[in-house]
């Protein structure tokens, strides 16, 4: 079945540790999302990709970076987790279509603790 | 800027009941608003879109309305049942992007 995959489904890591989540579709979507999630919050958008476009949302840190080096795999890179980072940080994709009307597939999503 | 408004309280409903959430917008005329649905510990699902032209759509037991009006989604779920527990999100088309609100946790009583 055509999905949406995160590795690892649980991360641990220590204050100011690099860390790395992953995700692969084989939906073959143009466009890739990266969103944090906190407890009871609603999900929020960090940065997408449209193909090779990043679009970066005004209000995500620097920390946070992205690659999506083919269309199939995207990568979220937290430079310096701080204890604030602790979410779950999801990845959806859609097929990025004109006008709208764009659903999204969710991946199961990587729960992050930085110790 | 845009506010989306779902009841922070979980909802409890009597197996067999039909549940209704709602979800509230502000400063902002989507073409279209979606509902999805979010299991404990996992990524969302999408359950229906409706677009700002429909006034209702269905799909098996769900039904979703929408009032450009009163800038209000109504999602029902008629003979609910313990399976349909979960939180339900509301989200709405913002340029290329999707706005989700916070979610309704819905609770059905055996």
């Known amino acids: 079945d055509a999905m949406v995959i995160q590795n690892p489904r649980y991360q641990v890591t220590q204050f100011g540790k690099p860390v790395t989540l992953s995700c692969s579709q084989t939906l073959n979507h143009n466009v890739m999302y990266w969103y944090q999630q906190k407890s009871s919050q609603a999900p929020k958008l960090l940065f997408h990709?449209?193909?090779?476009?990043?679009?970066n949302e005004a209000d995500t840190p620097d920390n946070f970076q992205s690659r999506r080096p083919n269309t199939s795999f995207c990568f979220l890179d937290i430079r310096s987790p701080g204890l604030g980072d602790a979410a779950m940080y999801l990845c959806?994709?859609?097929?990025?279509?004109?006008?709208?009307?764009?659903?999204?597939?969710f991946g199961p999503g990587t729960r992050l603790t930085v110790l | 800027s845009q506010k989306i408004e779902q009841n922070s309280e979980a909802l409890n409903i009597q197996e067999g009941k039909t549940a209704t959430l709602t979800c509230n917008y502000t400063?902002?005329?989507?073409?279209?608003l979606q509902w999805y649905r979010q299991d404990p510990g996992r990524g969302p699902v999408f359950l229906l879109l409706?677009?700002?032209?429909?006034k209702e759509k269905r799909k098996e037991r769900l039904k979703v309305t929408f009032d450009t009006t009163l800038k209000q989604s109504l999602f029902h779920i008629t003979a609910s049942q313990p399976a349909d527990s979960a939180t339900y999100l509301c989200a709405l088309n913002r340029d290329d992007k999707i706005i989700f609100g916070k979610g309704t946790r819905l609770h059905i009583l055996p």
């Open positions: 990709y449209y193909d090779k476009d990043f679009n």
């Open positions: 400063n902002y005329s989507p073409a279209y």
């Open positions: 409706i677009r700002e032209n429909e």
């Open positions: 959806a994709t859609s097929k990025g279509t004109s006008g709208g009307e764009d659903t999204q597939y």
